[in-house]
């Protein structure tokens, strides 16, 4: 079980305690791995398997890993159950919105007027596309109208989940964060702020936002 250190490190760096919480399947262990923590954060990964949305697999679609779909699926479950703070990132953001009854696209290019290049495949400390952000949201609060992002994405979210709104878009109109609208905190975000934090002060507010939450 790991992550990419650059989890741990924005953890630490926002003055919170990382743990890793290893996959598994089993509910009850996955509610007492939540009965340990104050906050969870969702990870980057493989692709969210289109049956969980209704759909079948397009030709587009990447690797899927059924025991990583089954295990956030019950995290994310419990966590909305027990109150706890959730921050989504990349794949954190697919399959939050798939597990609260929203839709995904399997490949950007199947959303009409995409035509920003999502994957930029490189150097995960560069920013590479700009974001609109939504005024009246946890992101206007610490980056404003507007901010860039680096992006590894090639699915993304479509029909958002019920009690969720959108809160930054790119100029192709990908969605790139959404906010949990009433309850527990739950931001989730398309970019990957965990590797960006190291050079962006912006960015390990996010994480630190996850903590004041927590
Ligand atoms: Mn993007």
Redesign the pocket.
């Known amino acids: 079980a790991y992550v990419n250190h650059d989890y741990v490190r924005s953890v630490l760096d926002a003055g919170g305690i990382p743990l890793i919480i290893p996959v598994n399947t089993d509910e009850e262990i996955i509610k007492a791995q939540l009965a340990c923590i104050d906050g969870l954060v969702i990870s980057g990964g493989y692709d969210v398997n289109p049956l969980l949305f209704g759909e079948e697999p397009h030709h587009l679609l990447g690797m899927t890993l059924a025991q990583r779909d089954t295990f956030d699926l019950a995290l994310i479950k419990y966590a909305l159950e027990m109150k706890k703070p959730i921050l989504g990132i990349c794949r954190g953001i697919q399959i939050i919105n798939t597990a609260c009854g929203g839709t995904l696209y399997q490949d950007c290019s199947l959303s009409e007027g995409s035509y920003i290049k999502?994957s930029q495949g490189h150097s995960p400390t560069q920013v590479s596309?700009s974001v609109k952000i939504e005024k009246d949201s946890y992101l206007y609060e610490i980056f404003g109208s507007q901010t860039l992002?680096n992006?590894f994405?090639h699915m993304s979210v479509k029909d958002l989940a019920p009690g969720f709104k959108i809160t930054a878009t790119?100029a192709d109109g990908?969605i790139?964060a959404m906010e949990k609208e009433t309850g527990s905190f739950i931001l989730a975000v398309?970019?990957h702020p965990e590797m960006l934090s190291g050079v962006n002060q912006d960015m390990r507010k996010l994480f630190k936002l996850l903590l004041e939450k927590s």
Request: glycine residues 0%; aromatic residues 10%.
């Open positions: 999502h596309h992002v992006s994405h790119a990908i790139e398309q970019w």
